[in-house]
Structures are given as C-alpha cells and as structure tokens.
C-alpha cells in the first residue's frame, strides 16, 4: 500500500535478458502486485521473468508468514505473449490484471532497467493525492536531466512532444516518449482500453484518449538513464505509422470537441486555417504552372492568413484544455546514484 492507495506496476519486456530480472528486483516494496509481461520475446527473458517472480514470491511469502501477516496472492505476476504484439499491447495486458485485481494506481517501468525505481513515489503522488489521472516522465524540459541523450534523440523527441501537443490537445506535455507513467485505475476503467495502438505509437494514443475524456496529466521531471538496452524501434516503419497515428487522432479529438463549447473556437479556428493553406497552396502551385507571378503571390498570401488562422486554432485549444494540465509540486533532485551507477 502507498498512502492507503494499492499501487500495481506493469514491466513490459520484449528480448530484455539480463535487463528485465533487475527492473523487477529493484520494485519498490510498498508496491503489491508486479505484471511481468513478456511480449513474446525469443531469448531468455521469460524464463528470467519466472525465476525472478519465484524468488521474490517466496521471500514475500516467507516474510508475510514470520510476521504472522496474511499472503495476498502473488506479488510478481508473471504473464506471457506467445507473439510478440507491441510494447502497447504489453502494457495494456498489465492494466487488464491491475483492473481484474482491483488496484487503485498502476505504473509502467519498462523491462529495460531505464527508469529509476527509487523515484516511483513521484509518479504516484499526483495521483494518489487527487491532483492528476495520469503521471509521466519528462527527461528534456529541464537541461541537467537530459544527461547522455544524443543531440538526434533530443531534437526527434522535441518534434514528436510538439506533433503530440497538437494531436493529444496537452499542450504542456513533454517527452512524449517517456514510457515511465502511472495511471489511476479509475481512468483506465473509463476509457477504450482495448482500442488503443498495440505499438510504439501507444503513449501518443493514450495521451489523446485521456484528453477526450477529460483526464488530468501532469509532467514528471527526472533525469535520463541509459546503459545495456537496446531500442526495438525501426525508424523507417515507426514514423510513417505514427504520423499516420497522430493526424488520425489530431482529427478524431477535433470530431469530438466540435460539440465542446470551450472548444468550438479552436475547433472553427483549426479548420477554416487548413483549408485556407490548402486553398492557398494549390493555387499557388496553378498560378506558377501558368507562369503568373501576381497570382502566386496573391495565392501565397493565402497560404499564409491560413496558417496564421492555424496558430490561433492551437493557442485558443491551449487555452481550453489549460484545466486539464497539472503542474508538477514534488522534489527535483536525484538521489538514486547506486542505479545510475549499474
């Protein structure tokens, strides 16, 4: 138990041996139950997940029965894909059993050994407190955070955060990336669990699905941890579907505020601005096939009143959706130098 709250944290893995027993030992004890997912991995992880989960199952065990307590079930929960389906799918395997199971907050720590297991309370403090639905990391809005994040990684996770504001509608998030969150069960009883994107793409899908239905996020600033991991992400598939995944989404959120009030200025704002710049960008483009310089200034000019009309739709949708961001009141400061030092 966390201030009176029961506290589930999901390990995705996929192809994480040597990696995903540390991440499970290394879970704070005031959490109850462990989901280790095995995304159908082809190495040694799964059998590293059971090890694992024997092992601190009957330390758990052992202890509960020498303080005279009562054993609630297992504490690391070993679950297995026979397939591999994603990163998302693994998380939401996790969710299912921390609704099944009736936990109040669940957290997400990656099989990876990334994210510092001794700084979880802060993920868990916006929520259990009644300030937030859904915590997450933020490892770039601070520069001492961002540690050994090369300049590439940086500047595509600046670019994925923006076309993730625009999509999601939280445009105060940052590092959208980040897979280190946790979650009120309350929130993910609400929402479309089993429509959300199996992929990589799937934290840009939650964040949308949580705007739509009101849910409150708050940023989590904490420093960038890298070592033995390896990314599965292959970038020549992984940006044309999450591109395809982010307009879809920027349209579905517009499809559903359109009966907003608060948002039917950005909402009128966002589509006379695209249609502009399209109308704009297409005559511009007839005008110089014809050869007439007036009318392709004229048409650009066009293009330009669109785009203005655009920001403005992203400004009166920041406005609107301003109730929804929570800022961040907990600690800055690192503690955990014996896990950087792994």
């Given at each position: 138990?966390?201030?009176?709250?029961?506290?589930?944290?999901?390990?995705?893995?996929?192809?994480?041996?040597?990696?995903?027993?540390?991440?499970?030992?290394?879970?704070?004890?005031?959490?109850?139950?462990?989901?280790?997912?095995?995304?159908?991995?082809?190495?040694?992880?799964?059998?590293?997940?059971?090890?694992?989960?024997?092992?601190?199952?009957?330390?758990?065990?052992?202890?509960?029965?020498?303080?005279?307590?009562?054993?609630?079930?297992?504490?690391?929960?070993?679950?297995?894909?026979?397939?591999?389906h994603g990163v998302g799918a693994?998380?939401?395997?996790?969710?299912?059993?921390?609704?099944?199971?009736?936990?109040?907050?669940?957290?997400?720590?990656?099989?990876?050994?990334?994210?510092?297991?001794?700084?979880?309370?802060?993920?868990?403090?916006?929520?259990?407190?009644?300030?937030?639905?859904?915590?997450?990391?933020?490892?770039?809005?601070?520069?001492?955070?961002?540690?050994?994040?090369?300049?590439?990684?940086?500047?595509?996770?600046?670019?994925?955060?923006?076309?993730?504001?625009?999509?999601?509608?939280?445009?105060?998030?940052?590092?959208?990336?980040?897979?280190?969150?946790?979650?009120?069960?309350?929130?993910?009883?609400?929402?479309?669990?089993?429509?959300?994107?199996?992929?990589?793409?799937?934290?840009?899908?939650?964040?949308?699905?949580?705007?739509?239905?009101?849910?409150?996020?708050?940023?989590?600033?904490?420093?960038?941890?890298?070592?033995?991991?390896?990314?599965?992400?292959?970038?020549?598939?992984?940006?044309?579907?999450?591109?395809?995944?982010?307009?879809?989404?920027?349209?579905?959120?517009?499809?559903?505020?359109?009966?907003?009030?608060?948002?039917?200025?950005?909402?009128?704002?966002?589509?006379?601005?695209?249609?502009?710049?399209?109308?704009?960008?297409?005559?511009?483009?007839?005008?110089?096939?014809?050869?007439?310089?007036?009318?392709?200034?004229?048409?650009?000019?066009?293009?330009?009143?669109?785009?203005?009309?655009?920001?403005?739709?992203?400004?009166?949708?920041?406005?609107?959706?301003?109730?929804?961001?929570t800022e961040y009141r907990g600690?800055?400061?690192?503690?955990?130098?014996?896990?950087?030092?792994?």
């Open positions: 138990m966390y201030n009176g709250n029961r506290i589930a944290v999901v390990v995705p893995a996929h192809n994480e041996e040597g990696l995903v027993g540390r991440t499970i030992e290394t879970v704070p004890s005031f959490v109850d139950r462990v989901y280790a997912v095995d995304d159908g991995s082809t190495d040694g992880t799964w059998d590293e997940i059971r090890r694992t989960a024997r092992r601190l199952n009957d330390d758990r065990a052992k202890a509960m029965a020498t303080d005279g307590g009562h054993h609630d079930g297992q504490c690391v929960v070993p679950i297995r894909h026979e397939t591999n693994g998380v939401k395997t996790g969710y299912r059993a921390a609704i099944e199971d009736e936990m109040d907050v669940v957290a997400v720590m990656n099989g990876d050994a990334q994210m510092d297991p001794s700084i979880l309370h802060r993920f868990l403090d916006p929520i259990v407190e009644g300030r937030a639905d859904y915590a997450k990391g933020d490892r770039i809005s601070r520069r001492e955070n961002v540690g050994d994040m090369s300049r590439w990684r940086l500047f595509g996770n600046h670019l994925l955060t923006s076309l993730t504001n625009l999509s999601s509608g939280y445009w105060q998030t940052v590092d959208s990336q980040n897979g280190y969150t946790a979650v009120s069960v309350h929130a993910l009883r609400e929402i479309a669990l089993d429509e959300l994107y199996d992929g990589y793409g799937f934290l840009n899908d939650l964040l949308t699905t949580l705007n739509v239905n009101d849910f409150r996020v708050v940023n989590v600033p904490h420093r960038a941890v890298y070592g033995e991991e390896q990314s599965g992400i292959v970038y020549r598939e992984f940006v044309p579907r999450l591109s395809g995944l982010l307009l879809r989404n920027f349209l579905r959120r517009l499809a559903v505020r359109s009966s907003d009030a608060r948002y039917v200025p950005a909402v009128v704002a966002y589509c006379l601005g695209t249609v502009a710049m399209l109308f704009g960008a297409g005559s511009a483009l007839r005008n110089a096939a014809r050869g007439d310089s007036s009318g392709v200034l004229g048409s650009a000019a066009s293009g330009v009143a669109g785009a203005v009309l655009f920001v403005l739709g992203c400004r009166l949708d920041a406005r609107a959706a301003d109730r929804l961001e600690e800055f400061d690192e503690t955990s130098a014996d896990f950087d030092d792994e």
